[in-house]
T-cell receptor, first 117, second 111 residues
């Protein structure tokens, strides 16, 4: 159980365009999802916490107008990178909490590798 | 700023040996601790969670927690080349749902 999917797994886009990444919990309903970014050889950086039906909570230094998060249902959260620039190229990973699971355990999706040219 | 510290390694052990990975955390309120394995180019995979002082065993993996010393460790017995990965330690952040991750320890198991 506790399977999380992400789509797409890899995307290349031109500078100035927007990219949407989907995160789905496949076998449980996730009231809370998290979005992380990871640069090469660095650890995970939490970008925002996404709660179903409410606005996302962004970490300090993360531009909420640039990284739009929508958690419209208990199984789907989306991250839209708006007006992407080369410095936004990174590995974006979502995770989800199964409220029926062990306390605070997060299950990660497979990640989306974004390259902005 | 709550922190989780790990030795970045790399840690290299021969096949069949015990690999010992260590982690310290600064938030005394943290109650939940996790070990994730991340293969190169992949996302993290949860391998162990521990909530109480002492040891927790799952197959070849044993997690150890000492809240008084704010210390968490992961032992991998009979290490295999397939265990070669970066191991991330994480703790819950003072009652919130957020996790704080260490920078990870890269483990290499040599055949």
């Amino acid at each position: 159980g506790a399977v999380v999917s992400q789509h797409p797994s890899r995307v290349i886009c031109k500078s100035g365009t927007s990219v949407k990444i989907e995160c789905r919990s496949l076998d449980f309903q996730a009231t809370t999802m998290f979005w992380y970014r990871q640069f090469p050889k660095q650890s995970l950086m939490l970008m925002a916490t996404s709660n179903e039906g409410s606005k996302a909570t962004y970490e300090q230094g993360v531009e909420k107008d640039k990284f739009l998060i929508n958690h419209a249902s208990l199984t789907l959260s989306t991250l839209t990178v708006t007006s992407a620039h080369p410095e936004d190229s990174s590995f974006y990973i979502c995770s989800a909490r199964d409220p029926q699971g062990a306390l605070y355990e997060q299950y990660f999706g497979p990640g989306t590798r974004l390259t902005v040219t | 700023q709550k922190e989780v510290e790990q030795n970045s390694g790399p840690l290299s052990v021969p096949e069949g040996a015990i690999a010992s990975l260590n982690c310290t955390y600064s938030d005394r309120v943290s109650q939940s601790f996790f070990w994730y394995r991340q293969y190169s180019g992949k996302s993290p995979e949860l391998i162990m969670s521990i909530y109480s002082n002492g040891d927790k065993e799952d197959g070849r993996f044993t997690a150890q927690l000492n809240k008084a010393s704010q210390y968490v460790s992961l032992l991998i017995r009979d290490s295999q080349p397939s265990d070669s990965a970066t191991y991330l330690c994480a703790s819950s952040q003072g009652g919130s749902e957020k996790l704080v991750f260490g920078k990870g320890t890269k483990l290499t198991v040599n055949p």
